[in-house]
């Protein structure tokens, strides 16, 4: 019981990563109603920049976040110019070749910059773990689950309370009617794409943190993930992807516990190819 | 020929069967990001066959080219109908389904003095029998092509078959082939054996010539490569595949000082192409002009 | 040959589409079916041809069910229809889309609607007009039963309108049950003998064309209560 509680908490404060990363790709799904494959590698840009900083810097935290999300928001501006409003006119499918391009330019450029596959990414290790009852609460996750509902609060609040959220909301609704109104669809695109990058930098942040470290692989754990969260939550709908994210969290760790390491990644993965299968007819399944 | 140019032509040939799998399903309108699974698949199962059990090269790679076209089949049953995000987010999913379980895969026995077989992240060694037949390697890479230009042949005739026209009516249409009576259920789970199948052949193929495969052969990146290879060259023709992978391989990787930039020029070389060319360099109405253009001059 | 499409309801997210609509047409006959936008005459042919599933009611063809089969097994039974965009296949030539993977030979269809000529061309390079003749062909080309037009002369000319009203009158096989969705009533009563008019999603009229300009319902339906009255 003790097990199945540790392992419940530890998962929420894992998911609230997952959900972050779940929005970044509904946010940019929703609006643009194409997949942005090259999303887990513009945040692997910003972690390699926060690495290369915190190397050259030793103990400057903020520096370091502050560097982390503007590589993400770089590399998030690259994708976005070529990617997207480049292929406006192609196909949505285009959009999608085009982004697994990116994505290997952008894994070929962190591992050519950096001097081992393998990088450091500093973490406040000073902070303690706190005990309640039986249950330890981890200062890194601790750290993720707290980051990421501030981060969500802020996402959610500048969505559905300011004038830009609801433009945002009426163009993922529907473009045709918000053209109508007078929006320009393709700058909240834009403006929705960059967003989501500062999301997915701000979890690449926490991701990194809990990790000590990164790999070029992360680009695609957390497109995986990403993509994981928005399916589960059902494709566009953003409470959706908070919940998915959550849900992906609890699976891994309670895999994690119950069967060992080895499960965690295959459940995941199994859960992902489930979602696909046994939803074949919903609107993302044909809407590309 | 040098021995650089020789591993050069297996690599191109090897590969150029995974970008061709990927190929025909694009054709479908699905893209794979799963087409490195069937790769392995094809080259553990080859191995199993002649390093294991004893079989020769031959018969062992056809087998794992077999048993990845069943797997294909098998992929088919949840994965026909998707189309998409969804089936894109599926073959991904797919693929690294393999990875992870081929991780935990232990299937070893005895032969000779030592143990052979799958060995988790270990991965699978000693599978010999290129070698132990004698077949020196400039050999195999002229089988390897030889085994290529027949497949092509026969990917060519197919597309002009009746079943080529189907396949591509499902790509462009799914609900208007229905309409007009297309089994489009059994020509989906068809393309998804037949890809399967020849992403599997390239796997056995690689495996022997390697002498070793292991989990981390089903790196997405591999799945990935296949597609941009199939998009540059252009959906127009089978040979659209070849020409991206000897574009990739066999050009920009010659050029020594691009070494570590490859990725990043290829990749930007995919991008700029899908702006001016969404369906690659050959695609269907150059495909179609270039005909009527030979067709005129024969007359 | 009959084709009877019993209470049958479609909902789409909760919205009724068609509720419990029944209609029988017999083999020889043609009906026109006419309403306003939003009336459920696109959704009556998708659920026809399998690509809708209906959530009650059933739709035979000479007492075999068609309901819950796939639209493929639809079209094999004898179904086919053209949509009222034109879906070809752009990307394949003229000739290859009137066979559209059938074993059967495309230029006596080609030569039908007047496109043989252009049977080499790829599908895209053809002209509105053009494409909804070759639309024609390809679902003339299988021999159907049962054959469901979406509006054929949608976005045309008189003169291209005339082209095709001419054409269905001299292609279709006499034995043929012909279902024509369209908003052009001159084209209705020139090819139907019998007009079924919907209106959010209920049959509120069947009969022939004639006494259509009489009837109350249908007058409230296009016009607006205030007004009909």
């Known amino acids: ?288 | 020929m040098s021995d650089y140019f020789v591993s050069l032509l297996i690599r191109i040939g090897i590969e150029a069967f995974v970008a061709l799998s990927a190929y025909l399903l694009l054709l479908m309108g699905r893209m794979s990001f799963g087409q490195q699974g069937f790769f392995v698949i094809g080259a553990y199962a080859a191995g199993l066959a002649t390093a294991l059990y004893g079989m020769p090269l031959l018969p062992g790679v056809a087998l794992g080219a077999l048993v990845a076209a069943l797997g294909g089949a098998l992929f088919a049953g949840p994965m026909a109908a998707p189309r998409g995000l969804a089936f894109a987010a599926g073959s991904l999913a797919f693929g690294e389904l393999v990875r992870v379980a081929l991780l935990d895969l232990y299937f070893q026995g005895q032969v000779g003095p030592d143990l052979i077989g799958p060995a988790g992240p270990d991965g699978f060694r000693g599978i010999r029998a290129l070698f132990t037949s004698g077949v020196s390697v400039t050999t195999y890479a002229v089988g390897i092509w030889l085994a290529l230009g027949v497949t092509l042949l026969a990917t060519a005739f197919f597309l002009r078959s009746r079943w080529g026209e189907a396949l591509r009516m499902i790509g462009e249409d799914e609900e208007a082939a229905a309409t007009v009576g297309l089994p489009v259920r059994r020509v989906k789970v068809s393309a998804l054996a037949g890809a399967g199948g020849l992403a599997g052949l390239g796997g056995g193929l690689f495996a022997h010539y390697a002498t070793y495969v292991e989990p981390g052969h089903a790196d997405v990146m591999l799945g990935v490569h296949s597609l941009a290879y199939a998009f540059i060259g252009g959906l127009g023709t089978p040979l659209g595949p070849i020409i991206g992978v000897a574009l990739d391989i066999g050009f920009l990787e010659s050029f020594r000082f691009l070494a570590g930039y490859r990725m990043i020029i290829f990749g930007g070389l995919v991008m700029g192409l899908l702006i001016v060319r969404p369906r690659g360099l050959l695609d269907e109405v150059a495909v179609h002009r270039l005909s009527r253009f030979l067709m005129r001059g024969r007359r | 040959m009959r084709l009877s499409v019993e209470g049958v309801s479609v909902r789409f997210a909760g919205i009724s589409a068609l509720s419990s609509l029944s209609l029988a047409v017999a083999a020889g006959e043609r009906l026109g079916v006419v309403g306003p936008n939003g009336a459920g005459k696109t959704t009556l042919l998708n659920v026809v041809t399998g690509l809708v599933r209906p959530v009650a009611g059933a739709i035979r063809l000479d007492g075999h069910t068609l309901t819950g089969l796939p639209p493929d097994a639809v079209a094999r039974a004898g179904v086919a229809r053209t949509f009222q965009t034109p879906r070809l296949f752009s990307r394949l030539t003229v000739a290859q889309n009137v066979r559209a993977g059938r074993p059967l030979d495309a230029e006596p269809w080609l030569r039908l609607v007047g496109l043989l000529p252009r049977r080499g061309d790829l599908a895209a390079a053809l002209t509105p007009g053009e494409a909804r003749r070759l639309e024609l062909a390809r679902a003339l080309a299988g021999s159907p039963h049962v054959l469901l037009l979406d509006e054929p002369c949608g976005g045309l000319g008189p003169t291209e309108t005339e082209d095709i009203a001419a054409l269905l009158d001299r292609a279709v096989a006499p034995a043929t049950i012909m279902v024509v969705v369209e908003h052009k009533l001159r084209v209705i009563s020139r090819l139907c003998a019998r007009v079924a008019v919907l209106h959010l999603g209920e049959k509120i009229f069947d009969g022939p064309p004639t006494a259509l300009r009489a009837d109350r319902r249908v007058l409230e339906a296009y016009l607006g209560k205030s007004r009909a009255s």
């Open chain 1, 1 to 288: 019981m003790v097990d199945f509680l540790q392992a419940l908490v530890d998962g929420v404060m894992l998911g609230a990563t997952y959900s972050l990363l779940g929005l970044g790709f509904t946010l940019i799904f929703g609006v643009l109603r194409r997949l942005n494959l090259a999303f887990g590698p513009t945040i692997l840009v910003g972690i390699y920049a926060g690495s290369h900083l915190s190397l050259a810097w030793p103990g400057a935290l903020v520096p370091v976040v502050a560097v982390t999300v503007a590589g993400a928001l770089l590399a998030g501006v690259y994708v976005e110019r070529f990617s997207f409003r480049a292929l406006a006119r192609q196909a949505p499918v285009v959009s999608m070749i085009s982004t697994f391009a990116v994505w290997m330019q952008l894994q070929e450029l962190v591992s050519l910059l950096s001097p081992s596959r393998t990088m450091p990414y500093p973490s406040p290790v000073w902070l303690p773990a706190v005990a309640v009852g039986p249950i330890l609460l981890r200062s890194d996750g601790l750290l993720m689950w707290s980051g990421a509902t501030l981060i969500m609060l802020a996402l959610f609040a500048l969505l559905y309370r300011t004038r830009f959220g609801t433009t945002i909301r009426a163009v993922a609704d529907s473009s045709e009617a918000a053209t109508l109104m007078g929006v320009n669809v393709a700058m909240v695109g834009a403006a929705a794409f960059l967003v989501a990058s500062a999301v997915g930098g701000l979890a690449g942040v926490l991701i990194a943190q809990s990790h000590q470290q990164v790999t070029p692989y992360f680009g695609l754990w957390a497109t995986v993930k990403g993509m994981t969260a928005m399916l589960l939550g059902g494709a566009g709908s953003l409470p959706g992807a908070v919940v998915g994210g959550l849900a992906l969290g609890v699976v891994e760790t309670q895999t994690l516990w119950h069967f060992g390491g080895q499960w965690r990644d295959l459940v995941s993965y199994a859960l992902l190819f489930l979602v696909v299968a046994l939803s074949p007819r919903t609107r993302w399944g044909s809407g590309l």
